[in-house]
């Protein structure tokens, strides 16, 4: 079997042959993480180092490590030629760095001059979404990572078999527990921010799990079931740009809270005066929609409609369901056409089907011919056209972002913002507007390579870069502790103002 079709994590259905977009929340842009991390995985003297300091070991390739990296080496120029949506970037020049370094990686000596050949090939490309990423990275983002402390052989006492697990070189005991299924849908009913480093509870829905628990705004997630996030926001705080790290940070940390319903979840939290506060929280029954679409892992979406002091409110957690969630939202939209203004709530949405961006645009759009931007595939072009309806609404428009917004919510937000339609407020959106797919490599890396591109159609390349608000609204930990959403704050008393 060949190495391209093993170990394949979600990836986006084929363009050419559907004109929905998908885009998982796995994908995002992590282009130049490999620089920073490989020098911290593979290790590397200070150059202030005392004579008498020990210097670091570089540990020379097996030939069978070789052989593996150099098929990983041949895998990722392969792919990349194959499915790039620029035939003549991946040409005669793409056949001339595989000459030039394929060599590098036959005859490497250590594992750094393998990355440095494979940085190469991929920067010449000089593009976002196109990654090797080193097998600690990769296992966290697929959900692979040991998510659990070290532990020891079960140890029987008179009470019943306990075990002790190690955490910072100290042994604790604990009462063994079911491992959980971190792809089930049990609801807890929070969110997460980050910042300055730490994961903050930035929503807890009424009545939910998490409420039930006690968790409260602006508290700090500090461990789940033992294990420290601080490890996990650490290894991401290498990626470069405000979109990536936020997203990114966004899908594992959530992935940890994840289960089926009756499951438990030990979390510990610093409360307002950063007083330590042990939780225990029992996932309830799924909330929203359990939705499926071709290959794709199934998701759980949520959406929310209301009216807030003359205001339309409409959340949307993801890009799926178009449906139902167009449906209702063309209802709200029909029953609200007298509010002052529409606010849309894109913040932590990572995107989904792509032409949801443009049918839900649709309602609030009423000149002809206008369209969110294009699409390009090796071979066709998808062009977000926007068909006015019936009822449109024609207010004043505001769209909530952060660098949790990614795909299909990049493509709306940097579209409605082009066409003058709507106004941004929060932070700069994720970067990671492509159709994204990652595999294994043979030697244990991740690879992530795009499939299209994309133009918003105010002619601006929004990959890696992000969506810019109109508005920039930092979310901060003190107004979370008042109860305060500064961003939707911001965005009502704009429309207030109109």
């Given amino acids: 079997m060949s190495s391209l079709a093993q170990n394949r994590l979600p990836s986006t259905p084929g363009l050419p042959v559907r004109a929905a977009l998908a885009h998982p929340a796995l994908t995002s842009a992590l282009a130049g993480l490999v620089i920073v991390l490989s020098a911290t995985l593979t290790g590397c003297g200070s150059a202030g180092s005392k004579k008498s300091d020990a ?112 955490r910072s070189g100290q042994p604790v005991t604990v009462t063994p527990k079911k491992a959980r299924d971190r792809s089930g849908d049990g609801d807890h009913g929070l969110d997460i921010i980050v910042i300055d480093g730490r994961a903050v509870i930035s929503r807890v829905d009424a009545g939910s799990p998490g409420a039930d628990a006690g968790v ?72 929203g929609k359990r939705s499926k679409l071709g290959h794709m892992p199934a998701i759980q979406v949520e959406w929310q409609l209301e009216r807030r002091e003359n205001i339309g409110y409409f959340r949307l957690s993801s890009f799926f369901e178009p449906g139902p969630v167009r449906r209702e939202l063309f209802q709200f939209v029909d029953e609200n056409l007298d509010a002052k203004g529409f606010i849309i709530d894109l913040r932590g949405n990572p995107g989904g089907i792509g032409f949801m961006a443009n049918g839900l645009s649709a309602l609030f759009i009423e000149e002809s011919g206008q369209t969110l931007g294009t699409m390009i595939t090796r071979d066709s072009e998808m062009i977000f056209g926007i068909y006015p309806q019936a009822t449109t609404f024609t207010g004043p428009l505001a769209l909530l972002i952060d660098g949790g917004s990614a795909s299909t919510s990049e493509i709306m937000a940097a579209g409605l913002k082009d066409l003058g339609r709507a106004r941004l407020f929060g932070t700069t959106t994720a970067g990671a507007a492509l159709p994204s797919t990652f595999i294994r490599l043979p030697n244990g890396d991740g690879f992530q390579y795009a499939i299209a591109n994309y133009v918003s159609v105010g002619g601006n390349v929004i990959e890696g870069v992000g969506v810019a608000p109109d508005h920039r609204v930092e979310p901060s930990r003190e107004a979370l502790l008042r109860g305060v959403d500064p961003v939707y704050d911001a965005a009502q008393t704009w429309i207030l103002e109109q």
């Avoid at 983002?141 to 002790?164: F, H, L, N, R, Y």
């Avoid at 990114?248 to 330590?276: C, S, Y």
């Fill in 216 to 287: 409260q705004l602006g508290w700090i997630l500090e461990e789940i079931d033992g294990r420290p996030l601080s490890r996990t926001i650490e290894r991401f705080s290498a990626v470069s740009t405000e979109g990536e790290l936020g997203m990114m940070l966004h899908h594992v940390i959530r992935r940890g809270l994840k289960g089926e319903a009756g499951d438990v979840l030990d979390l510990t939290l610093l409360d307002g005066k950063d007083q330590t506060i042990e939780s225990v929280l029992t996932l309830g029954p799924p909330r």
């Fill in 55 to 166: 210097l670091p070991t570089v540990r020379l390739l097996t030939p069978l490590e070789r052989a593996a990296h150099l098929e990983s080496f041949d895998s990722v120029w392969t792919t990349i030629r194959d499915t790039h949506w620029d035939e003549d970037q991946v040409g005669a020049s793409w056949d001339e760095m595989r000459a030039e370094l394929r060599p590098q990686v036959e005859n490497a000596k250590t594992e750094g001059e393998v990355r440095a050949a494979l940085e190469a090939l991929i920067g010449s490309l000089e593009q976002s979404h196109f990654a090797v990423l080193p097998s600690v990275i990769y296992e966290e983002i697929s959900g692979e990572a040991d998510d659990d402390p070290v532990i020891a052989p079960p140890i029987e006492t008179a009470s019943g078999t306990v075990t002790t697990t190690v």
